[in-house]
């Protein structure tokens, strides 16, 4: 229990750094509009789930994103190495957040509801 407060913390400061390093320090036009919305943590801190969105609604610019993350994996940890004082970084698996969609599709279903 004790551990989950520090698992927290470095899940945020590893989103905050993230974003930072996409904004800055990633040349791929293909994580340009990327935000990173959300870092799980495994509890060893070996391992990172880290959720993003992307502006676009295409399907092809979500794949683009993701190739794009994925192809910048090395760069971003190495930059992490960099910004934080952990004896290992962590693996970082990149995921779409859905929760967005999910909550727009909830939200216009509530409207169509007022309308009938």
Do not use: C, W
Request: proline residues 2%; glycine residues 6%.
């Amino acid at each position: 229990m004790g551990n989950s407060f520090r698992v927290d913390r470095v899940g945020m400061e590893i989103k905050r750094e993230v974003n930072e390093i996409l904004r800055l320090k990633v040349r791929d036009p293909r994580v340009q509009d990327v935000t990173i919305t959300d870092v799980q943590m495994l509890g060893d801190l070996s391992a990172a789930r880290v959720y993003y969105t992307i502006h676009s609604t295409l399907a092809s610019d979500n794949q683009k994103a993701q190739i794009g993350l994925e192809k910048a994996t090395g760069t971003i940890k190495r930059e992490l190495g960099k910004n934080l004082k952990m004896y290992k970084i962590p693996d970082l698996v990149f995921a779409k957040d859905e929760s967005i969609e999910y909550g727009n599709k909830i939200d216009e279903m509530l409207r169509n509801l007022d309308k009938e």
